[in-house]
């Protein structure tokens, strides 16, 4: 397995008609998919719902997840299949971000 030397920010957008609750658990599950993959300083923000630029899959809102994480490109590339198959996530993108020393350091 690759070391954990990159650091990821991935962006998720979840469908306008889930509960809050529903919204808490795919948080929840997956943070544990990020920690049981390996996965160091786990930061998961949720944005709240907002308006679309434009229509995604006939949504015109979307409720917005990020996440900030320390990994490799295997653990992305494991998350970003599962993001495919779930139903409840009508968009996603991960960036490798060149702030890792910067993280790091504080």
């Given at each position: 397995?690759?070391?954990?030397?990159?650091?990821?920010?991935?962006?998720?957008?979840?469908?306008?008609?889930?509960?809050?609750?529903?919204?808490?658990?795919?948080?929840?599950?997956?943070?544990?998919?990020l920690?049981?993959?390996?996965?160091?300083?786990?930061?998961?923000?949720?944005?709240?719902?907002?308006?679309?630029?434009?229509?995604?899959?006939?949504?015109?809102?979307?409720?917005?997840?990020?996440?900030?994480?320390?990994?490799?490109?295997?653990?992305?590339?494991?998350?970003?299949?599962?993001?495919?198959?779930?139903?409840?996530?009508?968009?996603?993108?991960?960036?490798?971000?060149n702030?890792?020393?910067?993280?790091?350091?504080?």
């Amino acid at each position: 397995m690759n070391p954990l030397n990159n650091l990821y920010e991935t962006f998720f957008i979840l469908k306008p008609d889930l509960t809050e609750e529903t919204t808490l658990n795919i948080i929840r599950k997956y943070h544990q998919m990020l920690i049981t993959n390996g996965c160091k300083n786990i930061a998961i923000y949720d944005r709240g719902r907002r308006h679309l630029s434009y229509p995604i899959n006939k949504y015109q809102d979307g409720i917005y997840i990020e996440c900030s994480y320390v990994g490799n490109k295997q653990i992305v590339s494991n998350l970003e299949k599962f993001f495919r198959i779930d139903d409840t996530i009508i968009r996603y993108l991960t960036i490798k971000t060149n702030s890792l020393a910067l993280a790091l350091e504080n």
